[in-house]
Structures are given as C-alpha cells and as structure tokens.
C-alpha cells in the first residue's frame, strides 16, 4: 500500500465516528442541494435514502428516487425504459494521466473483483466456477 493511502487509512481508523459524521454532513448538503432542489440530474418527486455502514465503518448510501415523467417498467415499452436509464447512467474509468487518484480508487475499490459470492459465479459441488 502506498504511504499516503495508509496514513490516510490510520487517520480514519482513528477518527471513524468524526469522519462518519462529516460523511455525513457533506452528502446531505450535497443530495439537498443538488438533487433535490436544484434538480441538477432530474426532477426528483420522491426519494428514500439509507445510510450503511460495512467493515471499518465506512459508511455508503443506497438511494432510491422517484423521477418525474420517468417510464414505468411492464407499463411503457421496454425499449423507452432502456434509453430513459442509458441516457441517465454512464460509467467510464477516469485518465490515469488526467485524475491518477480518481482512477487508482475507480480500479481498485470500484471494479468488479469475483469472489464465492459473485453472483457470476456458479457452485459445481464444493466449489465456484467463475463465469468472469
């Protein structure tokens, strides 16, 4: 592990109910503001918003919102459901020369890595095959 990744690591296991909390802090002006009042991705008409917290106590969100006008799975043709989520959920690997940071925490904490539990993978007896 890089040097700076774990005095990073050591300051927040040392610090993880200030640093939850700021979590904390810091997402609910950002959802307020960007999401909600502004509308910045969509026009949201209702949203539910959950706080976990796995491992060293890290904490993560799971957000599940209401958008407005937003096509209705088994209602509207799947082919306008489709493209309503592609034109709204992109992905990419940030430049290594451009973010180096961003894309060393992309490809590391935020790519598909299979384990026993991937749900690619299939039980044949005692073991996992992986379909990856």
């Known amino acids: 592990m890089h040097h700076n990744h774990r005095v990073f690591l050591d300051y927040v296991l040392r610090n993880l109910v200030s640093i939850s909390q700021q979590f904390s802090y810091k997402f609910k002006d950002f959802y307020d503001i960007a999401i909600l009042q502004r509308g910045v ?18 904490p993560h969100y799971h957000i599940l919102l209401w958008i407005e006008n937003a096509p209705v799975v088994d209602m509207d043709r799947p082919e306008e ?17 451009m973010s180096p940071d961003l894309n060393f925490f992309v490809t590391k904490y935020e790519m598909h890595k299979c384990s026993k539990y991937c749900k690619q993978n299939i039980k044949v007896g005692m073991t996992y095959v992986s379909r990856c």
């Open 81 to 97: 459901v489709c493209s309503f989520i592609q034109d709204r959920i992109t992905r990419h690997i940030p430049d290594s020369n």
């Open 41 to 58: 991705l969509v026009k949201v008409e209702q949203y539910y918003v959950k706080k976990q917290c796995h491992m060293f106590g890290v």
